[in-house]
């Protein structure tokens, strides 16, 4: 069988392997094909017992099939599909809260390499669908019996689909009505959207502003013909911060595919994680909102903690992963919430969510009203502060790793929210293992540059097998 190309009689179950922590994902067609997409466009119907399903895509060049075959999927089982065409997830989860829907599926790979393709799930006002979830629909799938599959497909009354149009002005309108664009100084920018979805939106979302921008791969192209659209990984990032030194830009801003994900270089070149930028922007969300908590994931610097303690608020550690952090906004009444990964969540009135834009613009804003470069707001950071980032190792026996680590650290407070926390005076780090990939991510931190280099060698070498 051709697994590329879709077939409503296919009994085929898709590979399980696809079917993860957070969303749907693999390499399209071998590991995710059409078949699957429309498997699953049924088992959500049926999971949801929706009437109506919201439906966005990215430009990855499998996006338009995997979409049409999804879309089959859903109006064959009598549900209505609400298409909003090419979006942003940030735009999808948007649309969840505005639109009358009862799901929704973006189709997307989110910063994985062009080649892989997959979906986020999400209920109505961006309530994510994961984990347990998804799984549950991988044995809807798995149910599904022949006679059933027919049964689904002589459906006399198929769903409609309907197309959204305008969710581009009114997510960029709704983004401005927050945050406006007038007290933005005129700064110099280099802005890379690595052909993602960044490419339609930043142009219009800031072409009434002051700045001086400087584009980069601007143009929306499922091949990433630049480079991969994941900033996180160096290599995707020479061009940019080079861009940046070669312009004398103020900063450089980042987007990743799907944009949910935005990132920041300083005016030297410096990359900046995102826990340091989640500092920033929990000192200006402390301002509007006083007193208020503020959801950070357990990865981040103690830089976060101390800078929203100085600000009077009430500092949240809470485990990695877009659903938990959103789940914990909701139960503390959180307006801001940020990762180290570069995703930073806001309290949007009736759902909480990713919006890469807002982060920016707050940015942008900070700037010109302080005056300050970015190096300048970053220098409590850097002077205070010594970490090593994200290290990654190969999967290996976690639980006898783990067991290791406590023996090892004996003494330390230990933390078990996330993998493992060790805890001292003076440094800190956290090993866990990765939702995404087969792999365990150590981030180590010190008061001290030569302490962290010293505790990173050590840990390392109790770990072994780094990538």
């Given amino acids: 069988m051709d697994r590329s190309s879709s077939t409503s009689k296919s009994s085929r179950k898709p590979n399980t392997g696809i079917f993860r922590a957070y969303d749907i994902r693999g390499v399209y067609p071998s590991e995710i094909c059409t078949d699957d997409a429309y498997l699953i466009g049924k088992a959500l119907v049926a999971?949801?017992?929706?009437?109506?399903?919201?439906?966005?895509r990215d430009a990855r060049l499998s996006s338009?099939?995997?979409?049409?075959?999804?879309?089959?999927?859903?109006?064959?089982?009598?549900a209505d599909v609400l298409d909003i065409g090419l979006a942003s997830t940030d735009m999808f989860y948007f649309a969840s809260s505005k639109y009358p829907c009862d799901v929704?599926?973006?189709i997307t790979a989110s910063h994985n390499p062009k080649q892989y393709n997959?979906?986020?799930?999400?209920?109505k006002n961006a309530i994510p669908i994961l984990d347990k979830e998804i799984q549950e629909l991988r044995k809807i799938i798995e149910g599904f019996a022949p006679s059933k599959t027919k049964r689904i497909q002589s459906i006399q009354k198929k769903g409609n689909i309907r197309e959204r149009k305008g969710i581009l002005k009114e997510f960029i309108d709704f983004t401005l009505s927050i945050e406006p664009l007038k007290t933005i100084k005129k700064l110099k920018v280099?802005?890379?959207?690595?052909n993602g979805m960044g490419g339609m939106i930043v142009p219009e979302l800031f072409k009434k502003s002051q700045l001086d921008i400087v584009p980069m791969c601007w143009e929306v192209d499922g091949r990433f013909p630049d480079h991969e659209p994941n900033p996180l990984i160096a290599k995707n990032r020479k061009k940019w911060i080079a861009k940046v030194k070669e312009e004398k830009a103020d900063l450089g801003i980042a987007w990743d595919g799907d944009t949910d994900r935005v990132f920041f270089c300083d005016e030297k070149g410096r990359f900046v994680q995102g826990?340091?930028?989640t500092g920033l922007l929990a000192e200006m969300s402390l301002k509007k909102f006083p007193r208020s908590a503020i959801v950070y994931d357990l990865r981040a610097s103690w830089f976060v903690k101390d800078t929203i303690l100085r600000n009077g608020g009430k500092p949240v550690m809470n485990r990695v992963g877009h659903s938990f952090i959103k789940a914990r906004m909701r139960k503390e009444k959180a307006k801001f919430a940020g990762e180290v990964t570069g995703h930073y969540y806001y309290d949007l009135g009736n759902y909480y969510a990713e919006d890469s834009y807002l982060a920016a613009i707050q940015i942008l804003k900070l700037m010109s009203s302080t005056g300050k470069k970015l190096s300048e707001l970053l220098a409590p950071f850097f002077n205070n502060y010594f970490v090593t980032g994200e290290l990654n190792f190969k999967n290996i026996d976690k639980a006898r790793l783990f067991a290791k680590i406590k023996k090892a650290y004996h003494d330390a407070r230990i933390l078990e929210l996330d993998g493992i926390t060790i805890e001292?005076?003076?440094?800190?780090?956290?090993?866990?293992?990765?939702n995404?990939?087969?792999?365990?991510?150590?981030?180590?931190?010190?008061?001290?540059?030569?302490?962290?280099?010293s505790k990173k060698k050590e840990v390392s070498a109790i770990i072994g097998g780094m990538v």
């Fill in 424 to 434: 001292y005076k003076d440094w800190w780090f956290n090993l866990r293992a990765s």
């Fill in 104 to 106: 929704g599926a973006m």
């Fill in 118 to 123: 997959g979906m986020k799930f999400v209920r």
């Fill in 64 to 78: 338009p099939a995997l979409h049409e075959a999804f879309v089959r999927g859903v109006t064959a089982s009598g």
């Fill in 436 to 453: 995404t990939e087969p792999l365990v991510r150590l981030n180590l931190e010190a008061k001290s540059q030569a302490k962290m280099v």
């Fill in 275 to 277: 826990d340091v930028i």
């Fill in 190 to 194: 280099v802005m890379d959207t690595a």
């Fill in 47 to 56: 999971f949801a017992k929706a009437k109506t399903v919201l439906v966005g």
